[in-house]
């Protein structure tokens, strides 16, 4: 499995429902689950331009990339532009154990 964290600036809400109610639907073309959304909470985090967080799983790398590139997904690329002002997408790697 690879998990994804995905923080997100939303410039327009309405539009952002938008996109992500279709977009969560071709997800699951590529067996991608959204496990988790949060707005995160202004007064208690140490950065404020972050509307929501999401954390992502997909079985395996190709298929978060095949979402990725997916052809009903770029027809969504103006919504998706309207919608986010900036994306930041860590992809999970290396695990780490402390002690």
Do not use: C, W
């Not at 410039?11 to 949060?38: P, W």
Request: without cysteine; charged residues 25%; hydrophobic residues 40%.
């Amino acid at each position: 499995m690879v998990q994804i964290t995905v923080l997100l600036e939303i410039q327009d809400k309405d539009s952002f429902r938008k996109f992500e109610s279709a977009a969560i639907k071709i997800m699951e073309k590529y067996n991608g689950k959204l496990l988790l959304a949060y707005k995160p909470s202004e007064a208690e985090s140490s950065i404020s331009n972050i509307g929501e967080v999401h954390y992502l799983e997909f079985p395996n790398i190709d298929a978060f990339k095949n979402y990725r590139v997916d052809s009903e997904l770029k027809k969504l690329s103006e919504l998706q532009d309207k919608a986010i002002s900036n994306s930041i997408i860590l992809v999970s790697g290396e695990n780490v154990a402390y002690q």
